[in-house]
């Protein structure tokens, strides 16, 4: 990875790209969906602060470990005046996406059990494949049709 002199405050996005490892397609995503921002030359080029770079890194860390993109951006919005993560901050914020993570692994796990019994069966019944229907999140309180009615009142 290239390194950026300490006297360069602004990046272009070539730049942030090839430092920060991420392809310029994924930091133009991030900018969309709100977790970078850059300001725009006169000749409407993006310029990114230098530290969008350690921001850049928190992101791919957290997706890294499967962690949304929309729990990623919640998370940097209680950043007070949206600054950038700090290496305490990343603490806190994995250890709060720890319990989530847990659960998130017994539920493959369980379903990785579970797919040898799919194997060959191919149903994918709503009320009895645990592939379509792992926790069987309708079974509690509705069956067949009157998921539609259900469905439509939200
Ligand atoms: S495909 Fe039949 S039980 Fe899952």
Redesign the pocket.
Known sequence: MPQIPEKVHELTVGQLSARSGAAVSALHFYETKGLISSRRTSGNQRRYSRDTLRRVAFIRAAQRVGIPLATIREALAELPEERTPTRDDWAHLSEAWRSELDERIKQLNRLRD?LT??IG?????LD?????NPDDVFGDHLTGSRLLPEKGRR
Not at 121 to 125: N, R, V
Not at 128 to 132: E, H, I, K, N, Q
């Open positions: 579970h019994d799919c069966c191919g149903c994918l019944s009895s494949c645990v592939l379509s």
